[in-house]
């Protein structure tokens, strides 16, 4: 079985969303609902998505009902991607064990098929031993005790998703949004991916990483902020940004605007500089026809030199083969 998302044409892309006990309801509706909102031109879905269970069983939910699926565990033989939603409050989690009939199911699976997981979702593969030696994520909250578990894993917790190829893994909740919505634009490219977004009124992409919802003690609370700093800063990324200037649109000292910054967005100014930069230059990869030189000035790093220094520090790739790839998938 391929393990490329992009599918040929003549059928979906085949999902298969493993529910196991405790499954965090709202990871269990995000396949479906996002991936299934990925459309073609004509209007046909793009993906095929299947709950499925050991056995077909019923079971619990993290929300207090029970999930009754229509499959088992044969829809992960022929899936081109198996999907773990996080779990809850179950073995797996709290003491790392995963039962051996789905650890089997999963490890047959990883041979054919691409694997995803959502927030603890990652416990399940990391159990299986689907992880190791890899680069993974799952939610901040319970980054300590997965590596307690399982220590040969590359686990980084202050990301929204890790893309290792053919094992992804999302933070927790909504980052599996973000997750699903990555897949789509990787397949099919960036205008199906917004499509999808605007379908489940969802921004089509999120910048920052998990960092910036990782509980922190609460700075004392004033009538200041960095929020009218970084509103004016999106306006001008084309323009030199220093820190000076973006103290004074938020009526503040260097230092003190610093560590607000800090605390409001879980990063320095510079690195969230960089970052939106970034995004600026992916968007206009994806949607306009300008020259390498042009996006970079554009997003504001003055040389196509530095655009691809920054963009292949982000996503791994330079800028001309980060827009093949988008206008190839499309």
């Known amino acids: ?15 298969a969303v493993l529910a196991l006990d405790g ?4 990871d269990l509706g995000v396949p479906s609902q996002v991936l299934g909102s990925a459309r073609d031109e004509g209007g046909a879905q793009l993906y095929d998505v299947r709950v499925c269970t050991p056995g077909g069983r019923p079971v619990r939910s993290s929300a207090g009902f029970q999930v009754l699926p229509d499959h088992g565990l044969e829809q992960l ?9 996080g779990i809850y409050d179950v073995p797996v989690v709290t003491e790392g064990v995963l039962d051996p009939p789905v650890r089997a199911a999963l490890t047959a699976a990883a041979r054919r098929s691409r694997l995803m997981s959502i927030c603890t979702g990652a416990f399940v593969l990391g159990a299986a031993g689907l992880l190791d030696d890899r680069p993974a994520t799952t939610h901040w909250f319970y980054a300590d005790r997965f590596r307690g578990f399982f220590p040969r894993v590359e686990l980084d917790p202050d990301v929204l998703f890790i893309d ?3 094992v992804l893994t999302s933070a927790g909740v909504g980052a ?11 397949a099919y ?11 489940c009124v969802v921004p089509p992409w999120r910048a920052g990483g998990q960092s910036q919802f990782i509980q922190r003690p609460v700075p004392p609370t004033t009538a200041s902020t960095t929020e009218p700093a970084r509103a004016w800063a999106l306006t001008h990324l084309d323009q030199p940004l220093d820190l000076p200037s973006l103290a004074r649109h938020a009526r503040m000292s260097v230092r003190t605007f610093t560590r607000r910054f800090r605390d409001e967005t879980g990063m320095s100014p510079g690195k969230w500089i960089i970052q939106q930069r970034v995004e600026r230059a992916r968007h206009l990869l994806e949607t306009t026809d300008l020259a390498v030189d042009q996006v970079a000035r554009h997003a504001g790093f003055g040389t196509g030199a530095a655009l691809r220094q920054q963009l292949s520090a982000a996503v791994g790739v330079a800028p ?5 790839t988008f206008r190839s998938a499309g």
């Open 1 to 15: 079985m391929c393990k490329n998302p992009a599918m040929s044409t003549h059928r979906p892309h085949r999902v």
């Open 23 to 26: 499954v965090v309801a709202f």
């Open 77 to 85: 033989e022929d899936a081109d991607t198996v999907l773990v939603p």
């Open 164 to 166: 290792d190829r053919d």
């Open 176 to 186: 599996g949004i973000d997750l699903c919505l990555h897949v789509i634009r990787s």
């Open 189 to 199: 490219g960036s205008e199906v991916a917004n499509r999808a977004a605007r379908r």
């Open 320 to 324: 001309s083969a980060y827009r093949s």
